[in-house]
């Protein structure tokens, strides 16, 4: 499959008083087209910044400190604001973790829908509205014709997060970005719009990167998957390899930490600890002092991403001829 | 339907509300000391009211009592005057007996409420986009620069500048007369002496808001549209940024209204504010019972009226 996006070596800090956080330090990642990208790691991994940081959407004591990211044959760091904007919405659009905030509260959801189209100057007044319109009946909004003038408050939570994926489905674009769409729905609603986004990229042939925290999630939806921690990337794998074969003792930690009814009681074994603070990350392996294989190498040498085996990477120095030697 | 309900459902609120405030005012009076006699045979004291015998005097109380209504008992007279006070008959008072105290405040008013949409304007005018401008150049010296005027805006008394004023541009430079308010040459200053204040506020409101709404969800979430740096300013910040400044121009509305005592005083404007304050220092409880009903009805009306444009602007308020 051709190649829509690579990015190389992506570092973003954010300048804090207290100091600079390191908030994503030197990732790289690729996405074909049609293909999806879960990117999953806790909170205040980076995962967030690391996709917000092409599009020129991290908040301003943020700056993306260097690396490049050639999507479609152009490198997104280094376009010109407005380049980068007539990018954004028409081949990249993102969806948004929270549908209650992130629409705005006062303006017809339909006039919030019509906005890329017009903004891009991909179709007139009237041929916007009603692909708006359409776009309302595509994501499965019910009476869309009447609810096209209706403000964001009329609607659910699960129908906002609709009327979001109609927004940013409404320019056809080729990536979508996908930032944990589900997290703040309820558990029925999250399937329905899990359901719905499948069924969108399988008509539109879509590239997504799928930003979530949770990790089964990502198993069930993703084609490749990236594990981040500490702003780093600790495992990338195809999604096949990755559930047979977890090897870095965060992604095992981290499966570890969901429930499964299968296993027996005493399963949950939840990773102890707290994220570090990444102003001063951890020498060596930034996991280490949660890790529960630490060994001396860890605390003293930072491992590098290596392929134990195709399309598997894995960021530990424990992991030889594709196990954990523990 | 809604809205026609609900506005008779606020006037009868503000209708009980004003009852309340004149029974407190009336008795807030009562405990106060001082009487506008003493006050007035004070004043007068050189003149012919102190060389009357303490006989006279009582003939001449009882007599201004009875005129006044002040024989019978407080709340006889709360009801009296509350009564008329409905229909804006509010008697004469002490000060002026031959003048009811509506015909004061009409031939006043004109004045008042010009000075006070003047200044509003101008506080409007300038102070949205220095709040504006403010936001969007947030932490550079176009920010500290608006922000540090603002700010003696709000600190210097309105008064003093208008001192100010008078040295530079009717002593010194000799453009601007003192005082009057016949000809829109001295009405300037007065006007800019009054819209300081609510300038200097409405700046750092609409300052505060704006920076508040960039910092939202949707504000991104436009941005991720595709949008430029104009539209989803003037779209999406700062039609929302605006909902919270209309509460604050409202209620300073209603007190410009009443009156703006000192910069009356100072350039001689003939308005509201100087009839209220005399009644205060003369004890003319007919007149200071009229100012305070008036001040009071002019707030609520003015929130009744920010209340309705509020759900103009914005749909998620409904009228229940």
Known sequence: MAELLKVNNLRTYFYRNEGVVKAVDGISYKLDYGETLGIVGESGSGKTVSVLSLLGLIRRNGRVEGGEAIFDGKDLLKLSKEELREIRGKDISIIFQDPMTSLNPIMRIGIQIMEPLIWHRLLSDKDARDRAIELLRVVGIPEYKTRFLDYPFQFSGGMRQRVMIAMALACNPKLVIADEPTTALDVTIRAQILNLMHEMKEKLNMSIIFITHDITLAMNFCDTIIVMYAGKIVEYSSIEKFIKNPLHPYSQGLLNSTLDIEKKEGSLRPIPGNPPNLINPPEGCRFHPRCSYVQEICKEKEPELREIEEKHKVACHLVKGGNLNA | MGLVKYILRRLFTIFVSLIAVIIITYILMWIAPGEFFNIAQFQASAGKVATLTPEQLQVLIKGFEEKYGLNVPLWKQILNYLKDAFRFKFGPSFSNPNEPIEVQI???????????????????????????????????????????????????????????????????????????????????????????????????????????????????????????????????ALRNSLIPIVTIIGPQLAFLFTGTVWIENLFRVPGLGQLFVNAASMRDYPLLVTSTFILSLSVMLMNLLVDIIYAFLDPRIKYE
């Not at chain 2, 608006?146 to 430079?173: E, H, K, N, Q, R």
């Open chain 2, 106 to 236: 009409a031939r006043r008013f004109p004045v008042t409420l010009t000075l006070a949409i003047l200044s509003m304007t101008l506080a409007v005018i300038v102070g949205i986009p220095l709040g504006i401008i403010a936001a969007l150049k947030r932490n550079t010296w176009i920010d500290y620069i608006s922000m540090f005027f603002s700010m003696i805006g709000s600190i210097i008394p309105a008064y003093t500048i208008g001192v100010i004023m008078v040295i530079i541009f009717s002593v010194y430079l000799r453009v601007l007369p003192t005082s009057g308010w016949e000809t829109p040459k001295q009405m300037i200053m007065p006007v800019i002496c009054v819209a300081l204040g609510p300038m200097a506020v409405i700046a750092r409101f609409m300052r505060s808001s704006l920076l508040d709404v960039l910092n939202q969800d949707y504000i991104r979430t436009a941005y991720s549209k595709g949008g430029t740096d104009r539209a989803v300013i003037i779209r999406h």
